[in-house]
T-cell receptor, first 113, second 115 residues
Framework: AQSVTQLGSHVSVSEGALVLLRCNYS??????LFWYVQYPNQGLQLLLK??????LVKGINGFEAEFKKSETSFHLTKPSAHMSDAAEYFC???????????FGQGTRLTINP | DSGVTQTPKHLITATGQRVTLRCSPR?????VYWYQQSLDQGLQFLIQ???????AKGNILERFSAQQFPDLHSELNLSSLELGDSALYFC??????????????FGPGTRLLVL
């Protein structure tokens, strides 16, 4: 069964520092991978997705993620954190041919001034 | 704004009661998904409908049921409610092209509190 693991339920960085949120997946074949962000009291918004077109995926708000098959990882990064990035981030996977998203447990990102 | 609407935004009810959550997908989207977000279980897929037909089922309790109507809106019915059903219920929609790579757009959610 496919699954996704997010390392670190809470990550705290200083404003202007690098943001790194970790996601590892388990799947027998490369799946489709997604990062969603959830701001307080809001729904989920897609940041970016990997669909096998390119291993480095650029998303909204300056975020990007790199698909590494050898490491079964899809970590999310942003070079310089902004206060508005404070939110919960979810990594999700869909196996090819399936439709349901399988989510990681989420990582709450806090930005320190 | 994703274009997916959900009503009501908040719902407070008592144990044993029945509630209906409503979702209108984005214009043109044929597929609707329901997810439950709770503190202990995280985000879990419940059920998917495509053009009125059930397509996939996840960890949905027998007390829960859903349907998608000809105008493509969907309703999630929760009955014999228990305290543990308190959660945020999301609806998502997609056009659904074969393969699963398309984006699911999420609504703002319905927060259910069972007292």
């Amino acid at each position: 069964a496919q699954s996704v693991t997010q390392l670190g339920s809470h990550v705290s960085v200083s404003e202007g520092a690098l943001v790194l949120l970790r996601c590892n997946y388990s799947s027998s074949v490369p799946p489709y991978l997604f990062w969603y962000v959830q701001y307080p009291n809001q729904g989920l918004q897609l940041l970016l997705k990997y669909t096998s077109a390119a291993t480095l995926v650029k998303g909204i708000n300056g975020f990007e993620a790199e698909f590494k098959k050898s490491e079964t990882s899809f970590h999310l990064t942003k070079p310089s954190a902004h206060m508005s990035d404070a939110a919960e981030y979810f990594c999700a996977v869909i196996h090819q041919g399936a439709q349901k998203l399988v989510f990681g447990q989420g990582t709450r990102l806090t930005i320190n001034p | 704004d994703s274009g997916v609407t959900q009503t009501p935004k908040h719902l407070i009810t008592a144990t044993g009661q029945r509630v209906t959550l409503r979702c209108s997908p984005r214009s043109g989207d044929l597929s609707v998904y329901w997810y439950q977000q709770s503190l202990d279980q995280g985000l879990q897929f419940l059920i998917q409908y495509y053009n009125g037909e059930e397509r996939a089922k996840g960890n949905i309790l027998e007390r829960f049921s859903a349907q998608q109507f000809p105008d493509l809106h969907s309703e999630l019915n929760l009955s014999s409610l228990e305290l543990g059903d308190s959660a945020l219920y999301f609806c998502a929609s997609s056009v659904e092209v074969a393969g699963g790579a398309e984006t699911q757009y999420f609504g703002p959610g319905t927060r259910l509190l069972v007292l």
